[in-house]
């Protein structure tokens, strides 16, 4: 139940981060260039550069708020529940378990 719970908030900060990223991407554009940003990539009304400079800020902002929104839900989780999250903590474990795999190849050829 308690990977249910976090998938649940990473999901809600997910959209929330989308909706805020779209309202930055488009007031950026707006304060940059003065007009509307692109709505597609086939708008005879813009170039293709600017087409690629809307597709990579856009790209660039909505990934950091992305990240940002992720992690503050990660530490929201870890904060409520007292553990980290499922994903990590499975994560973790795996890493850990790689390590002593590799520790003990090294101290077998030694």
Known sequence: ?????????????????????????????????????PVDKHDPNYSAAQVAVFAILSSAIAGGFRAYA?????????????????PVEKARKKAEAAAAAKGSKKSAKA
Request: proline share 6%.
């Open 1 to 37: 139940m308690a990977g249910m719970a976090y998938k649940v908030l990473l999901t809600v900060s997910g959209i929330a981060a989308g909706k805020a990223a779209k309202k930055v991407t488009t007031s950026t554009w707006k304060t940059a260039t003065g007009g509307t940003p």
């Open 70 to 86: 992720q992690r503050k839900a990660s530490d929201y989780y870890t904060k409520t529940s007292g553990h980290l999250p499922p």
